[in-house]
């Protein structure tokens, strides 16, 4: 029988016999380059078949003897120990496979933002993309897809409920069910632990409209409160000027140097900046040239009107404009989203063309030509916002407005 000793004393002979016999079919074979392998010699089906089991000192001479007694046991039992081996290392390299391939939720959340990009604003996949960072990432986001359970989903989404965000617990589970069938549709995973969810396991969020106001006189209070703003005068110059644009705040906030024509005295926003994927025209009144004019020597070097106050090199947070109005107290009086509102209650109070106002609201009517003409209606949307914005003015002075005539649709 061989011993470590005797293993190591021995070298490759020309024209000799370099297969050393140790016990039960097991030998160790030294090739011409050296190296010595532990290999077994048994009989299958009444044919002599040879299995390696590995090189010399990697393996051992006690660990190549249990292998060959599990080899031994095999073939006592029926079956090939090379077939065994062969199928044992396509186990191992498919599990290897599998784990190359397995994404986290992180991973799978990521790609699915990536092909929101093709489709969405930029701004609006980069508002999902920091909500799911803040509040849903930092549970789950290092598990692996096809790992994550019902139970641990619900423990994530319970601890977002705990703090009263139940509007961002409603947009976590809507996310993390696009996220779960992205990957599925990957292959990344075959469940979706969201839809195990019960439809009345959260508390629910009241649903309200963005809280806005449509009496003239406290409209005025709201305008005053905006100019006294005392923060970054970026957020300052976006807040004054939305009451005239009525944009959505991340339309407004990412606004820049090349979306404006003051010689067509337009702003055209462009379309994959805004939530329908069409490009958007806003009348550039005496109002919003003054706020241009005012932000030129500030940031009129970079690529955006309201540059963050930390970067030029990005813009405003859309988030800062709703702080700041909540900074301001008007939290339940007046929402920055909330102008939209206001300004449609009342410009259809006082008798403009719907079609001129949902025009100006970027909400799409079907059709074709509601798709192509993005300077449907120009004129009289022009006309309606310079008396839009005077109308503002007149309240801000604390004037007796008389209503509006109604712009005829022709």
Sequence with gaps: MLTDAKIKRLRFQEGQNNKHADSNGLYLEVRK?????????????KK??????????????????????????QVLQGLNPIEEKR??????????LIAKNRKTFEQVASLWLDQMYKSKSYDYVRDISQRLDKHLLPKIGALYVDEITTRQLIQALKQIEQTGRLETLRRMQQYANKIFLHAIGFGY????????IARDLFDKPIKSNYAHTTDRKTLAQVLRALESYQGDISTLKALTMQPYVF????ELAGLRWDEIDLDQKAIEISAERMKKKRPHLVPITPQVLEVIEYMRPISGDCDYVFPSGRTKQRPLNEQSLNAAMHRLGLK???????????????????????????KQLAHEQGGVRSVYNKAEYWQPRFDMMTQWGNFLDSLKRGENVIPLHAIKQG
């Excluded at 007046?334 to 001129?356: C, I, K, P, V, W």
């Design 189 to 196: 995973c075959d469940n979706n632990p969201v839809g195990n």
């Design 332 to 358: 339940d009086l007046q929402t920055f989203h909330g102008f939209r509102h206001t300004a449609s209650t009342l410009l259809n109070e006082m008798g403009f063309a719907s079609d001129y106002i949902e």
């Design 48 to 73: 002599e078949q040879t299995l390696t089991f590995g090189e010399y000192p990697a393996v051992t001479l006690a660990n190549a003897r249990l292998l060959r007694d599990d080899a031994r046991v």
């Design 247 to 250: 944009l959505r705040s991340r």
């Design 87 to 96: 199928q044992a290392v396509q186990a191992i390299q498919q599990q290897q």
């Design 33 to 45: 380059t050296g190296a010595k392998f532990f290999r077994y010699r048994f009989r299958f089906n």
